[in-house]
């Protein structure tokens, strides 16, 4: 089992950027898949981007594309999301998720493949 802390929402203007980060607890976080989730208000949780057990192959949903970009650190077992050009429609809970999977190089893009979840952090952009 693994349990994830988001940290490094905020409010920011259209244009701006932000840096979100998970902590991971526990020795196998090489084992997960790790991928950043978001809500808006009223809407689903949507996927937005993942990245395999070894960093390897990543996954960006298409808005996200040119933007954002997922790194993991597995020595610090921490998984990070930098997001530029921020946009208003970027505002949700942004929250981080882990999949245990056997195979090395595989991303998970949908949000019921996700077994863990972190509580969320806002990301508030303004026009």
């Known amino acids: 089992q693994v349990q994830l802390v988001e940290s490094g929402g905020g409010l920011v203007q259209a244009g701006g950027s932000l840096r979100l980060s998970c902590a991971a607890s526990g020795r196998t976080f090489s084992s997960y898949v790790m991928g950043w989730l978001r809500q808006a208000p009223g809407k689903e949780r949507e996927f937005v981007a993942a990245i395999s057990r070894s960093g390897g192959n990543t996954k960006l949903t298409d808005s996200a594309k040119g933007r954002f970009t997922i790194s993991r650190d597995n020595a610090k077992n921490m998984v990070y999301l930098q997001m530029n050009s921020l946009r208003p429609e970027d505002t949700a809970v942004y929250y981080c998720?882990?999949?245990?999977?056997?195979?090395?190089?595989?991303?998970?893009?949908?949000?019921?493949?996700?077994?863990?979840w972190g509580q969320g952090t806002q990301v508030t952009v303004s026009s």
């Open positions: 998720a882990a999949r245990n999977e056997g195979n090395f190089f595989y991303v998970a893009s949908r949000v019921r493949e996700y077994e863990y």
